[in-house]
Structures are given as C-alpha cells and as structure tokens.
C-alpha cells in the first residue's frame, strides 16, 4: 500500500518511526529546522541510517515562505508525524483542528511526552524511564544511566501502529484521524515486568539456575533453558559430546563449572548446532 508521510519530529522516536513507515511503503519527507536534527549531532551514524530513506527538507517555520512550504507537502499528505508539544504546534497554526479543516483526509500521529492534560509537560526518555521504575542500579542500589532508550524506541514502534490504523480508517471513512503517543505511558508499559518483579524476585530474575548469566573461559553466556523440553535437550547435547565427565542436574554449580572450561563463543557455536537457546554476552 502506497501512502505519503510528512514527519516534523526529530530526535529518536520521531525519525525511527519513519524509518519503519518507509519500509511499509511510505514515502516519507522529513522537514527539519535550518539547524538540522539534534540527532545527527548526538550521533551521527546512527541519524544516517534512520534516515536514508527519508527525503529531507530543511524549512523554517517561523516564517511565511517555510510554512506555506510545509502546507504544500500536507496537500497530498496521508500521514503528520509530529513530536512536538501540542501548545507548540497551535502557536505555530498545525493544531489538529486547524490541520483537519484544511486538510481533511490528514491524519496526524503526535508522539508527546504525557498523555492527555499532560500533553505539554516537559520531558524525555531518562525522565520517562526514571518515573517508570526501568532504570536499572548498581550494587549500591543507585540508579545508573539506561543502556537503551526504552521509552523512545517502544513509542516509535507504537506510533508506526496508529499511523497503519489511521490509514485504515481514512481508507474506510475518507477522514483524518488524529492519534496521539505518549512516551511516559510507554515507559509505563515496559516497566510493568519490574512493577511486578518478574525479573527480580520471579524465577527469571537469575534465581533459577537454567536461565541466568555465566562466566565461560573467555567472556559470558546467557543462558536461557527455561522449558524443559531444552533442559533435557542440553543433558543429551552435553553427553553426546562428552563435555562433561558427570552432569546430573542443572544446578548453579554444575552449570558454571561447565561454562567455565570453554569461551563464550565456543558455547554459542555449540548450542546453536544442538538448537539450544545459549548465547555469548556481546557489548
């Protein structure tokens, strides 16, 4: 299915979802402000390949020329991506009921930071995740920085899901719809697991031996035998291939004795020959 997006969103939420919309067959111009996107500063490998397959404008919207430019690209426009503060966008005249009046068959997806009466309040990923309960902490119990902006990746996935329902839609109603993301509740979501311990105090927090972290010879593996079907599958594995001289159980000391005698990546090899869900640790 054709269709035609327009995203004014920079940073990271705004830009992956656009990548992902292209790969869903949109043809996707990304209009950024004559500074360019913030994100091509903070790493600019990475805004390479988001981008290159978004056409990319640079307009100033403060000015006349730049917005009638914009208005230009929406005429013929099946999705806005926006990630800019509702207040913001009214100001600028592209408040969803100007938008819908000159343009009906538009829908906008706004990615905001909260959702609702919340829409304009500040934010961003590490506050998202702060207020979520995702980050992770040391030994001391202090919070550490996240290795992965959960809030941002998980709303730019969403925000790819209302874009393909809003098209839906106008394909069945010939209206626009505006759909709205809020990274906060994204956060919210990915921190369910942590509200309810499921990966501290629930058997897949490290407490059960065949699905945990272990040192090997060189580097670690991650181990995750978790059905049993797998369990006795590694019993046989380990046996045919005479790894160990007696391995009666999977108990934590038997496993890390195990790992122990080889690299990492020697086990990874290993296990996806016998089809076992055992990796090396990468990064």
Known sequence: MAFTVVSLAPNLPGPLA???????????????????????????????????????????????????????????????????RPAALERMGLGWEDLHARFPRLSQVAIVGHAGEGADVAGHDLTYQADAGTLSRDVEGNPIMPRIPVADMAGSERAVVEAMAALYETHITGEGTYREVALAGMAEVFGEPARFGLMTDGLLGGSLPQYSLYPAAEGWVAVALLEPHFVNGFMQAVAADELASELRDVSAQALADLFATKPAQWWEAWARKHGLPITAVKG
């Open 18 to 84: 656009a990548r992902r919309l292209a790969e869903l067959g949109g043809d996707v111009t990304k209009v950024e402000a004559p500074s360019g996107d913030p994100m091509a500063q903070y790493c600019p490998q990475y805004y390479e390949e988001m981008t290159e397959t978004q056409s990319i404008v640079a307009l100033n919207l403060k000015d006349s020329k730049g917005m009638t430019a914009l208005q230009e690209l929406l005429v013929d426009a099946d999705i806005l991506l926006t990630s800019q």
